[in-house]
C-alpha cells in the first residue's frame, strides 16, 4: 500500500553496529553518515549526490526530509535493524528510521532491507550501508538508499519481482540507477496529481507530453498518458523520458569504475503496462528516438511505441523536455 508524502517527514538516522563483525568506526564516521543524508557533493562534479538531494527531485520538491541524527546503536548479533530502533529514547517523533550500518556484502542480514515495526513510536526502519566494498571504500549506490527510504516511507514496490518484463533502469524500484520513477509510482505519495496524465478516450489524439524529471507539467501538457486496452483492458501508460536532469543523464563515477547514477538507457517516449499491485510495472516497448510518437496497440494487449515521420518521411528526432504521442486506434488489444 502506498502512502502520500507531501512535506515534512521526520527520520532518525542511527548508526548502527554488530559487535561480533564491526570494527570500531573511524573518528569522523557520523559525519561522513549524514554527510550522505544531507549533502554530499560529488568531488568531481560538484552535483549533490546525498540521499536529500535525490528525493527532493524525485518528488520536484514536495517531500522534505527532516532528518535527525541519534547516538551509535550495538546489536550482538545480526539484529542490527531492531538494536537502531529500540535504542531510540521514548517520545523521539520520528516514525522512520535510517539504520547505517558499516557495510553490505551480500550476507542476507548485510544488504539493504526494510521492515515495519509498529512498535515504539516507529513505523518502519530502512537499513542501508554506507560502502559495499569496505576495503577500497566503494560506496553503497545512493539508488539502494532511496529505494530502502521508499519501500519504507511511501510503500513502493520492488519493481524486479514483477512478473514480467521489468522496467530495467528506467525506474530506480527496479535496480538501484538513481533515475527518477515512472508516473505510475509518482502518482501514489502525491508528487503527480490525477489531473497530470491524460485518460485517453477514443481512437487517435495528440497529446503534448513533459519529460518526467522536469518538473509537474505546465497547462496544456501531460506528465503521461493512461491507455486502456479495448479488448484485453490492460491498462498502458506512455510518458517522455528525456535526459533532462542530472539522474537521467547519470554521474558519479565508482570506485572500480562505472557510475553511481547511471541514467536512462535511452531518451524518448516509453511504454508500460500498470496495474493496481504497483509491483506488477511491465515495461511494453519504447524509448521512441523523438519527441513526437504513434504510440498503437498490437496483439496480446502490447503497445508498441514507433516514431513518427516529417513531410519528407524522416524520423523526427527533435528534444526540448517533450514529448508528443499519439494514441492508439480502437479494437485494438
Known amino acids: 500500500m502506498s502512502v502520500p508524502w507531501l512535506g515534512i517527514q521526520k527520520i532518525a ?3 548502527t553496529f554488530n559487535t561480533q563483525f564491526d570494527a570500531p568506526p573511524p573518528p569522523d564516521w557520523d559525519y561522513l553518515v549524514m554527510r550522505r543524508v544531507l549533502y554530499d557533493p560529488d568531488p568531481v562534479t560538484g552535483i549533490d549526490r546525498s540521499l536529500r538531494a535525490y528525493i527532493n527531485a524525485l518528488s520536484y520538491g514536495q517531500a522534505v526530509l527532516n532528518v535527525q541524527q541519534f547516538p551509535h546503536a550495538f546489536s550482538d548479533g545480526p539484529k542490527v535493524i531492531e538494536a537502531a530502533w529500540q535504542s531510540l529514547p521514548s517520545g523521539h517523533d520520528c516514525p522512520y528510521v535510517l539504520c547505517v550500518i558499516p557495510f553490505a556484502d551480500g550476507d542476507v542480514d548485510r544488504i539493504g532491507f526494510f521492515e515495519t515495526v509498529g512498535q515504539n513510536g516507529v513505523t518502519a526502519v530502512a537499513r542501508v550501508a554506507m560502502y559495499d566494498i569496505l576495503a577500497i571504500k566503494r560506496r553503497q549506490l545512493t539508488g539502494i538508499w532511496a529505494m530502502e527510504v521508499l519501500h519504507a516511507m511511501v510503500g513502493w514496490p520492488d519493481l524486479y519481482k514483477a512478473h514480467g518484463v521489468q522496467m530495467g533502469d528506467w525506474d530506480n524500484m527496479t535496480y538501484n540507477a538513481g533515475t527518477h520513477s515512472c508516473a505510475h509510482l509518482k502518482l501514489r505519495p502525491g508528487w503527480l496529481a490525477p489531473t497530470d496524465v491524460a485518460n485517453h478516450q477514443g481512437r487517435e489524439q495528440d497529446y503534448d507530453l513533459q519529460s518526467l524529471s522536469t518538473m509537474p507539467p505546465p497547462p496544456g501538457r ?12 490492460n491498462v498502458f501508460m506512455a510518458e517522455a523520458r528525456l535526459k533532462s536532469d542530472v ?3 547519470g554521474f558519479g563515477q565508482r570506485v572500480g569504475g562505472g557510475l553511481e547514477f547511471r541514467g536512462l538507457p535511452g531518451s524518448g517516449v516509453i511504454v508500460y503496462q500498470t496495474h493496481d ?23 496480446r494487449g502490447i503497445l508498441h511505441p514507433r516514431p513518427r515521420r516529417d513531410r519528407r518521411g524522416r524520423k523526427d528526432t527533435r528534444h526540448d523536455g517533450s514529448g508528443s504521442a499519439v494514441s492508439p486506434d480502437s479494437g485494438a488489444d
Do not use: C, H, K, W
Not at 501531460?222 to 483492458?233: D, E, K
Not at 510495472?281 to 519504447?286: D, I, N, P, S, W
Open 13 to 15: 538516522v542511527v548508526p
Open 222 to 233: 501531460f506528465t503521461a498518458v493512461r491507455i486502456r486496452s479495448t479488448r484485453s483492458g
Open 247 to 249: 539522474y537521467e543523464m
Open 277 to 299: 499491485n504497483l509491483q506488477e510495472t511491465l515495461f511494453a516497448g519504447g524509448p521512441l528516438g523523438g519527441r513526437r510518437a504513434d504510440v498503437r496497440q498490437r496483439r
